[in-house]
């Protein structure tokens, strides 16, 4: 797997870079209009304006252009993620949970087609511990707004709380676009919000360890 999906060779100068920009817009395209099936590389490379031998020099092949455009997403989210937060610090707990749930679903929403085939083929691209770090990743920005919001948070463990946030609100994202597209839209955006507000200001139970019955 690790040499299916590797990027060949890294651009540097200008002219490469431009090159590899044509490439993946070009996949971006494709991946959407078409479906990954039925996108060749070649088709891909007449679409950018390259030859097919320049585009094996950086992708090895379409799993690499796709592991590549889940990259570049997971990267655009990151600098959403840091501008939307530090717009809302101090505002209280509704303003990180608005910010989090609309910074994500628009993200997607900019492609929703091509967002459904990066999902289709996320599992089998991508490294399981570069999915980790970038939910990690994620969860720690979620963690720094919670804690200057300016909202007393119920949770005993913001950072736990701030990994279910991130782990709810992708899962359910992911999961509308990938099974049904009329489940993305303004209701689940709402039912979202409601649900993780409800979460961070819930108190504790007095008692919240569970006990297994004798028999």
Not at 176 to 189: A, C, H, K, Q, V
Not at 200 to 214: F, H, I, K, M, N
């Amino acid at each position: 797997m690790t040499s299916q999906i590797a990027v060949r060779r890294r651009p540097r100068q200008s002219r490469s870079v431009m090159t590899v920009d044509a490439i993946l817009e070009a996949a971006r395209t494709l991946f959407a209009r078409d479906g990954f099936e039925a996108t060749s590389t070649t088709r891909i490379a007449d679409a950018a304006g390259v030859s097919v031998g320049s585009l094996y020099e950086y992708f090895t092949s379409k799993d690499a252009l796709i592991a590549k455009l889940i990259k570049c997403h997971c990267e655009h989210l990151m600098n959403l993620y840091g501008k939307a937060f530090q717009a809302v610090e101090g505002k209280g707990i509704d303003a990180v949970v608005d910010t989090w749930v609309d910074t994500t679903a628009d993200a997607y929403a900019e492609n929703v087609a091509l967002q459904r085939v990066l999902l289709e083929h996320m599992g089998r691209v991508s490294r399981l511990h570069h999915m980790k770090r970038v939910s990690l990743a994620f969860t720690d920005l979620l963690e720094q707004a919670l804690n200057v919001c300016g909202e007393p948070v119920a949770r005993p463990n913001i950072h736990l709380a701030a990994f279910v946030l991130e782990s709810t609100g992708e899962a359910l994202i992911h999961r509308s676009i990938t099974y049904t597209e009329d489940l993305f839209g303004y209701e689940l955006r709402r039912e979202l919000k409601i649900m993780l507000a409800l979460y961070l200001r819930a108190p504790v139970p007095e008692s919240s360890v569970c006990t297994v019955p004798q028999s």
